[in-house]
């Protein structure tokens, strides 16, 4: 069975500073994807940023960026420039290939400061 | 477009009593999924719909608890006789077909069920 866990259970950083969240996940599988979803205080979980497990390039969506390691298992997200807005918990998920089921990590809660 | 619907956003129910959570998926999405998020912890997958059809239901407890996804209408999550441990944020999420190119489940405000 998959497992994802995310061991930073709070986080905080300054608005403006970079901030990493980590992630890893254990499977037998070599064909899935992973994903970092945002969960605001609204409870409206948003599709941060997503890796095909067969890509070797890291993903990037403007501000997040990720650093995947598939022989580790490790699945980290960087946040830049760190705004009020980014304020959240984050949530780590897996898929495996083509089959829809979403299984998520504890979730990191962020803090951005003023 | 609308997102994904579901309603009520809030339900309190005594113990014993029926919850029916609904979920509208987005226009043209043919895939149901159901989540529980306990507090202060991650979404746990209960069961993956399409149209009239349960895909994948290894999370559903195997008692009290049922979903469908008629071919008409809204998928349903009904949980009878409920119990205090049943009290918890029920979000859906929808999707089309999962393919290469396509992996984007969508994901409604959830349901926060409480038994008191």
């Known amino acids: 069975a998959q497992t994802v866990t995310q061991s930073q259970p709070e986080m905080s950083v300054q608005e403006a500073e970079t901030v990493t969240l980590s992630c890893t996940y254990d499977t037998s599988e070599n064909n899935y994807y992973l994903f970092w979803y945002k969960q605001p205080p609204s409870r409206q979980m948003i599709l941060v940023i997503r890796?095909?497990?067969?890509?070797?390039q890291n993903a990037t969506e403007n501000r997040f960026s990720v650093n995947f390691q598939k022989a580790a298992k490790s699945f980290s997200l960087k946040i830049s420039d760190s705004q009020l807005g980014d304020t959240a918990m984050y949530f780590c998920?897996?898929?495996?290939?083509?089959?829809?089921?979403?299984?998520f990590g504890q979730g990191t809660t962020l803090q951005v400061k003023p | 477009n609308a997102g994904v619907m579901q309603n009520p956003r809030h339900l309190v129910r005594r113990r014993g009593q029926e919850a029916r959570l609904r979920c509208s998926p987005m226009k043209g999405h043919s895939h149901v999924y159901w989540y529980r998020q306990l507090p202060e912890e991650g979404l746990k997958f209960m069961v993956y719909?399409?149209?009239?059809?349960?895909?994948?239901e290894s999370g559903m407890p195997k008692e009290r608890f049922s979903a469908e996804f008629p071919k008409e209408g809204p998928s349903i999550l009904r949980i009878q006789q409920v119990v205090r441990g049943d009290s918890a944020a029920y979000f859906c999420?929808?999707?089309?077909?999962?393919?290469?190119?396509?992996?984007?489940?969508?994901f409604g405000q959830g349901t926060r069920l409480t038994v008191v």
């Open positions: 998920a897996f898929m495996k290939h083509l089959r829809g089921k979403l299984i």
């Open positions: 719909l399409q149209k009239e059809n349960i895909i994948d």
């Open positions: 890796q095909e497990a067969y890509k070797q």
């Open positions: 999420a929808s999707s089309p077909p999962i393919t290469e190119l396509n992996t984007e489940a969508f």
